[in-house]
C-alpha cells in the first residue's frame, strides 16, 4: 500500500474520531449545566482550556460563554479541532482515497459532512443541543459499522483502526483530565453530590454510566479513573485501545506478538506493556493529572513513531493537538 493511501486513511479514521468525542464532551457538558444552574462559566470555561486552544479563543470570542463555546468547538472553521474542521478534512482524506472505500461509507461520510453544513445548522445545535450533537455521535457510528461491514480487513482497514483506537485512546485521557484537573471546584467537594454528578456525566462522555454500574456500582472518583484508564474490556479505555491499536499494527507489519521492528512497534508496545502492569495504586501514587498527562505524552510519541514508519511526511493531513 502506498504510504500516502495509508496516511490519508489513518487520518480519515482520527478526525471522525475526534469530532465524535467533541460531540460527546460538549452535548454531556450542555447536559450538566441544565442540572447545575447558575454555573454556566465554571462548565464551559474548562472545555476550551483543555482542548489547549484557550488563547485562539480569547483572542476571537473572549468570555466562555454556552453559545461561545458551542460555535468554537463545533462550527469553527478557523478552529482546526473544531467538529466542522475535523469532518471536513476527514472528507477530504477520504475522497483522495475514494477507490479505496466503499460507496456506502463514502455516502456516509458525505452525509456527515452535509448535516453540519445545512442552513440553521448553528442554530439547532443552540436550542437543540441533545439532538444534534446525538445527531453527531450516530453520524460517526454509522461510518464506523459501515466500514466494518463493507471494507475489507486488510491494511487499509488496520490503518484505519489504529488511527480510530490512538485517537480515541487520547480523548479519554483528555476528558479524564478535564474532571479532576479543571471541573472539581474545591476538594471540599469530593464525595459530595456535586462531585458524583460530575463523575456521572463523565462516565456519560465515554457512554460509559451503564456498563460502569453493572460492574462497579456506586460512582465514585478512584474506580472512574481505573474503569477509562485500565479496563480491558470497555471499548473507550485507553488499555483496550492501546492494546486494539497495537494488533492493528502487528496485523499490518507481520511482526509477532511481544516482539518490534520498528519504531512504532517499540513505543506502542512499551505503553501496551506499562498499561498491562498498572492498577489504579500506580495512578494514586503518581498522581491522576500527572499519570494522565504522561499518558498523553506516550499516545503522542505512538502517534509521532506511526507517521515517521509509515508516512511520507507530506502524505495526509495530521489533527492539531
Not at 464506523?144 to 485521557?173: L, V, Y
Not at 497495537?246 to 509477532?256: D, R
Request: hydrophobic share 40%; with cysteine.
Amino acid at each position: 500500500m502506498l504510504s500516502r493511501v495509508a496516511a490519508s486513511i489513518y487520518w480519515m479514521s482520527r478526525y471522525i474520531e475526534r469530532a465524535e468525542n467533541v460531540a460527546r464532551v460538549v452535548g454531556v457538558n450542555n447536559q450538566l449545566v441544565l442540572d447545575l444552574p447558575g454555573q454556566d462559566a465554571e462548565q464551559w470555561d474548562p472545555m476550551v482550556k483543555v482542548t489547549g486552544d484557550e488563547a485562539d479563543f480569547r483572542a476571537r470570542y473572549g468570555g466562555a460563554t454556552r453559545a461561545n463555546v458551542i460555535d468554537f468547538l463545533t462550527f469553527d472553521a478557523l478552529n482546526p479541532n473544531s467538529i466542522v474542521s475535523c469532518v471536513t478534512t476527514a472528507r477530504e482524506n477520504a475522497r483522495s482515497v475514494r477507490e479505496i472505500l466503499s460507496s456506502e461509507m463514502w455516502e456516509e461520510i458525505n452525509r456527515f459532512y452535509l448535516f453540519l453544513r445545512q442552513p440553521g445548522a448553528r442554530e439547532r445545535a443552540l436550542w437543540d443541543a441533545h439532538a444534534f450533537f446525538r445527531e453527531v455521535r450516530r453520524s460517526s457510528h454509522m461510518i464506523e459499522g459501515t466500514k466494518n461491514e463493507t471494507m475489507e480487513h486488510g491494511e487499509a482497514w488496520h490503518f484505519s483502526q489504529m488511527g480510530r483506537h490512538i485517537e480515541r485512546a487520547d480523548q479519554t485521557t483528555r476528558i479524564l483530565d478535564l474532571k479532576y484537573f479543571l471541573l472539581l471546584p474545591s476538594a471540599a467537594d469530593v464525595g459530595k453530590p456535586i462531585d458524583d454528578l460530575q463523575w456521572g456525566a463523565l462516565l456519560r462522555s465515554a457512554s460509559g454510566l451503564e456498563a460502569y454500574r453493572r460492574m462497579h456500582g456506586r460512582v465514585a472518583a478512584l474506580t472512574v479513573a481505573s474503569f477509562l484508564l485500565l479496563n480491558r474490556e470497555f471499548p473507550r479505555s485507553v488499555q483496550h485501545c492501546a492494546g486494539r491499536a497495537q494488533a492493528s499494527l502487528h496485523a499490518v507489519t507481520g511482526t509477532p506478538a511481544r516482539r518490534f521492528a520498528n519504531a512504532a512497534e517499540r513505543e506502542l508496545g512499551r505503553l501496551v506493556a506499562d498499561l498491562d502492569y498498572t492498577d489504579i495504586g500506580d495512578v494514586v501514587s503518581t498522581g491522576l493529572h500527572d499519570f494522565v498527562d504522561t499518558l498523553q505524552e506516550k499516545l503522542n510519541h505512538v502517534g509521532n513513531e506511526i507517521t515517521r514508519t509509515f508516512f511520507a511526511p507530506s502524505s495526509g493531513s495530521a489533527p492539531s493537538d
